[in-house]
């Protein structure tokens, strides 16, 4: 039984597809199995997975996206640990060696996560102060927008299952909602070193495609507020964060003439608004 699965998904990324599987046989720790996820490409993927026919384990599903993708990759695995890979990133030689490392020093450390190097248009560029990383127990700083890659996280599958896996119905920000459940109970651990890279900038990215990533973020977060997880702290945060996403939101949609949904955004913010402190407590 490997110890680590890593689950790399994909959809038409042909092109770049063979670079992460290389990047993932070419880690220094080999106690893993490569799991490749196919979610329903239509280019020449199948051509370059059948050059790796030895080293890997292939599923294909019709598309459904990245979410159900990495979950159907979850039921595939074998390992006690999980790594993510997208497509388009890569890792360093060394990346699983040192998060291994790490959590046998640490043994109860549950999910751990990298620096990053990043790449636009074949270009190096610096990450802004807002993309700044924390260690520990990060729940507030995971509110604004997603600081954690899913290239760069290994995490124990007992963990992962304990929180659900990927929310299916999210089509983009399922990282920022699946790395809020886990923030809000548990440390997760920075590794202050760079050991992926992430490369975007590209037409076929998914974050690029889908415009308004807060209409989804605010979805995690009312899913988060209908719960029963968070402290009274925590909940007092969330709120005011979906307060001013729904505010930004909501506004920017009626200024477009979408005055139904802006108004429909907005009213979120006052239906989860607590109506006195008694309401932040709870939960506690």
């Known amino acids: 039984m490997p110890r680590v699965s890593v689950i790399i998904t994909t959809y038409n990324r042909a092109s770049m597809l063979g670079e992460a599987i290389n990047s993932v046989l070419s880690q220094q720790y080999t106690d893993l199995e490569l799991i490749v996820v196919d979610d329903g490409s239509t280019d020449e993927t199948k051509e370059v997975l059948s050059l790796y026919t030895p080293h890997l384990t292939y599923t294909y599903q019709e598309h459904q996206g990245v979410s159900a993708a990495r979950n159907r990759g979850v039921e595939c695995a074998q390992g006690d640990y999980l790594a993510f890979l997208d497509s388009d990133d890569l890792w360093l030689p060394n990346k699983l060696y040192v998060q291994m490392k790490f959590m046998e020093n640490h043994p109860n450390a549950l999910i751990c996560y990298t620096e990053e190097i990043w790449i636009r248009r074949g270009m190096r560029v610096n990450p802004m102060k807002k993309h700044k990383k924390y260690s520990g127990m990060i729940f507030e700083y995971c509110l604004p927008l997603c600081i954690i890659s899913p290239s760069s996280v290994l995490i124990a599958r007992s963990l992962l299952e304990e929180a659900g896996g990927f ?35 590209h037409e076929d990215q998914l974050s690029k495609k889908m415009s308004g990533q807060d209409r989804f973020r605010i979805k995690a977060l009312v899913k988060l507020l209908e719960g029963d997880c968070l402290s009274a702290n925590q909940r007092e945060l969330a709120w005011k964060e979906l307060n001013r996403k729904c505010e930004i939101y909501g506004k920017g949609c009626i200024k477009r003439g979408r005055k139904e949904e802006g108004e429909k955004i907005l009213a979120l913010a006052v239906k989860y608004k607590p109506q006195n402190k008694a309401e932040f407590h709870k939960c506690t």
């Open 167 to 201: 929310d299916e119905e999210l089509e983009v920000c399922e990282d920022y909602d699946l790395w809020l459940r886990i923030s809000a109970c548990y440390p997760i651990y920075l590794i202050d070193t760079p050991l992926i890279i992430k490369r975007g900038g």
